[in-house]
């Protein structure tokens, strides 16, 4: 699947001052670790960005693409500063997080069918998350029209139906699953995305790779079409280009219930059938969960 660098992010202690500071060499050592990951995509996210967006993002296209020629994704709220972005794009890029706030979209449309991108639409509205698979279909359906009225075909539309924190609502999880299951009936022809590492949000950090490893591994049975992800979690890299067959071939049984020696695996292998087991909603989260 197709594989977004979240990496440049102004949430992120070093590159978030970096950013502000328009100090151009981590940044451009971060763009340059996700291409030789073998990343598809960088998401370059200033967050909101209200005064100096239209500053900022144009001059983190600039720094990224004199590294990199990998396709960009540009994540802020801030329409100019997407405006100012896309139109140094050399690639054709992605408008990040277009949700479905009317307001918002009125600007946001026109923008990406006038730059000729494709854009990430989020299934979230004016009335916040959806709460379960058919309130997200419903909210797919109502941003697909938007989105074809405006000019924007299918192919060009990636709906990210927003993962949640595993330390949540287990039941939110499943349903970001189903509605990736449904899509193809609902959409034909739309893409998919969804951010590995908001799963893991909140979770002890050395154990977050197994979190968004197994996540990856589910969302791809889903049929997901693509993932925001760590441009620095080899073992993640590994396990989508097929270097991993074992690991998928066990998070596969462990999905379809069968039996497990336990005793026959691995140390590595345990923590991720403990994982899937916790994603899956058959035992339940804590700090502590590769542990029990
Ligand atoms: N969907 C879409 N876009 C998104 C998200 C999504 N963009 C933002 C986010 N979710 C995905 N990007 C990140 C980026 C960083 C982290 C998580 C998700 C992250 N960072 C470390 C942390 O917070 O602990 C900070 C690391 C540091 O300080 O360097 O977790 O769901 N469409």
Redesign the pocket.
Known sequence: MILIA??I?I?????GLAMKERQSQLIQKMAIAAQQGGMDYI?L?IGPAKKTGAEMMPWLVETVQQVSDLPLSL?TTNPDAIEAGLKLCKKRALV??VSLQPERLEHILPLVTRNKAEM?G?LWSADGMPRDVNEKCMLAVDLVYKANVAGVPNEDIWI?P??TPVSGDIAKIKSCLEFLQMLPEIAPGCKS???L??VS?GTP?PLRPYLNRVFMVMLERAGIYSV?ADALDTELQHINSGEKADLVKLIHKVLDGEDIDVKSLSEEESKYVKTVRVLNGEALYSHSWLEA
């Open positions: 979240e990496n992010n949430m992120s202690q070093a590159l998401d996210n994540d990040n997080s990430i989020l990210d927003v993962a995305t969804v951010g590492s908001n949000n950090t925001i």
